[in-house]
């Protein structure tokens, strides 16, 4: 069974940063892209960014591209984003996602970061 | 950047249809047949629905089929049952490695 679970999401200042994390099971993690996708507290859904399977390519939304970095460690099964110059904008869900076909198959519970002072 | 444009709304009676429609430009939904749709419920995680504009995941009902018309996609929900009822996204590869989500559309069922 696929599993992702997302953790890391909490309060933060604006202006601080964050770690996300998430665990992926179930399926062999080097075989596909990965993403991060969010949404905003009663809003649609804002594709963030994707990494390659071997992580050599890494993809970012404009609004996020110079302050947000996503990695993966594939030995550990896990994708991350780094998240530096927090926005009171960026208070989100955030979902780890499974790549598949041009789209998302399989997606995490989300974890939950909010920016305020 | 921009998001792709749907409907806020749309309601249908059980047993009926629905079409949802999911409208972008040619960089986007027109240029590429790489348009997906999610079904979400309230308090959870998105679910995949359609991928490359008319495929079905496993699992998915029948009921759900996707079409696409120059920069026009759309979601027809057939058959509607009390289950149905959920926000539903369209997504569509933009180039560039880019992937743009419409705003979403809350589907009722009276």
């Known amino acids: 069974e696929v599993q992702l679970v997302e953790s890391g999401g909490t309060l933060v200042q604006p202006g601080g940063s964050l770690r996300l994390s998430c665990a992926a099971s179930g399926f062999i993690f080097t075989n596909y892209w990965m993403s991060w996708v969010r949404q905003a507290p009663g809003k649609g859904l804002e594709w963030v960014a994707n990494?390659?399977?071997?992580?050599?390519?890494?993809h970012y939304v404009d609004s996020v591209k110079g302050r947000f970095t996503i990695s993966r460690d594939n030995a550990k099964n896990s994708l991350y984003l780094q998240m530096n110059s927090l926005r009171v904008e960026d208070t989100a869900i955030y979902y780890c996602?499974?790549?598949?076909?041009?789209?998302?198959?399989?997606w995490g519970q989300g974890t939950p970061v909010t920016v305020s002072s | 950047q921009s998001a792709l444009t749907q409907p806020p709304s749309a309601s249908g009676s059980p047993g009926q249809s629905v079409t949802i429609s999911c409208t972008g430009t040619?960089?986007?939904?027109?240029?590429?047949?790489?348009v997906s749709w999610y079904q979400q419920h309230p308090g959870k995680a998105p679910k995949f629905m359609i991928y490359?504009?008319?495929k079905r995941p496993s699992g998915v009902p029948d009921r759900f089929s996707g079409s696409k018309s120059g920069n026009t996609a759309s979601l027809i929900v057939s058959g509607l049952q009390a289950e149905d009822e959920a926000d539903y996204y369209c997504?569509?590869?933009?180039?560039?490695?880019?992937?743009?989500f419409g705003g979403g559309t809350k589907l009722t069922v009276l």
């Open positions: 997504n569509s590869y933009a180039g560039s490695s880019k992937w743009v």
């Open positions: 490359e504009v008319n």
């Open positions: 996602a499974k790549a598949f076909h041009w789209g998302w198959d399989y």
């Open positions: 990494i390659k399977q071997d992580g050599s390519e890494q």
């Open positions: 040619s960089s986007d939904v027109g240029g590429y047949n790489y």
